[in-house]
């Protein structure tokens, strides 16, 4: 698990799920020969998550899966919409994929909800046990494993470091995503960790682009003296918007993934997650070869 934390420093510049019913009875018929079907579901777009379907497609490469030749990989992204997973889901029961790719909890829960058979592999969810989504790391059970990723656990750790840098006179601004399924125990994780370190809060939970576009200036006209952009995939999927609009306000921010960093962000600080998808990648080759999900525990 270490060696996929990291920090880095830069220059400065949260809808219930609508899960559907399980639709296994539409895999009666026998799939079609050809490359290996590979589903892939996320939350967010595609422009954002460039880098986690290469680390993909290379995972599933590593067992002789490629992608156009020996595997077809079929991606379905819910642009944000939580609200379409469950349709996205079913749509790739219908495709006859052999294995279903995750990105978040809501899309793991999701493929959860819309197959029984259908060998399924999450990335990076937090806690996937309490999730509902295995029934122990070491004997996942059922048809579902993937890794458990450090993700939310962190914002305690973040908003320290963020504390150690921005006006110690300051609240810190605090940004989840609304329609995140475990929204309120990450935000009472939060707001604990800032109690220990005497800190005051607001949260903002936002849901789309132009929530915040009004959620950035308005923590900055109440002297804001720092941003914690909570773990999320939609958040995650903001990049450009949210390191601009900190530097239009001269905001110190901490995030989750190392590509906030790179791109101008002041500070990250998480798993990396183009080496969890790399994992994941690994595992759905590893079951097109032959093996079983509950034989595989889940990564940490």
């Not at 939580?82 to 052999?98: F, H, I, K, N």
């Not at 197959?115 to 046990?129: H, L």
């Not at 914690?228 to 989750?256: K, V």
Request: proline share 5%; aromatic share 6%.
């Amino acid at each position: 698990m270490a060696r996929w934390c990291h920090a880095v420093v830069a220059a400065v510049v949260v809808a219930q799920l609508g899960l559907g019913r399980t639709v296994d009875a539409q895999q009666a018929r026998p799939a079609a020969p050809g490359p290996a079907k590979v589903g892939f579901l996320h939350e967010g777009v595609e422009a954002a998550n460039v880098a986690t379907v290469d680390a993909l497609t290379k995972g599933l490469s590593d067992h002789g899966f490629v992608d156009g030749q020996t595997a077809r990989l079929i991606l379905r992204w819910g642009q944000d919409r939580p609200e379409r997973l469950a349709g996205l889901a079913s749509d790739l029961v219908t495709q006859q994929v052999s294995v279903i790719v995750t990105g978040g909890p809501a899309s793991a829960l999701a493929a959860k909800s819309a197959t029984r058979t259908i060998s399924i592999v999450f990335t990076a969810v937090n806690d996937p046990v309490r999730f509902g989504l295995v029934a122990s790391l070491n004997r996942p059970g059922g048809n579902i494993t993937g890794s458990a990723g450090l993700t939310t656990d962190l914002d305690a750790k973040r908003l320290e470091f963020l504390a150690q840098v921005a006006s110690p006179s300051g609240i810190i601004g605090v940004l989840v995503n609304r329609s995140r399924p475990n929204v309120n125990e990450q935000i009472a994780a939060i707001e604990a960790a800032a109690r220990s370190v005497s800190r005051k809060t607001i949260v903002m939970p936002v849901g789309t682009a132009d929530e915040i576009e009004k959620a950035i200036p308005y923590l900055a006209e109440r002297r804001a003296s720092g941003i914690l952009i909570g773990a999320d995939p939609f958040l995650s999927g903001r990049r450009g918007q949210l390191i601009q609009l900190m530097a239009r306000y001269r905001l110190p921010a901490i995030f989750q993934w190392r590509e906030f960093a790179d791109d101008g962000g002041l500070m990250s600080y998480g798993p990396s997650r183009t080496q969890a998808y790399f994992q994941s990648g690994i595992y759905a080759g590893r079951i097109l070869k032959g093996d079983k999900p509950q034989d595989l525990p889940v990564e940490q």
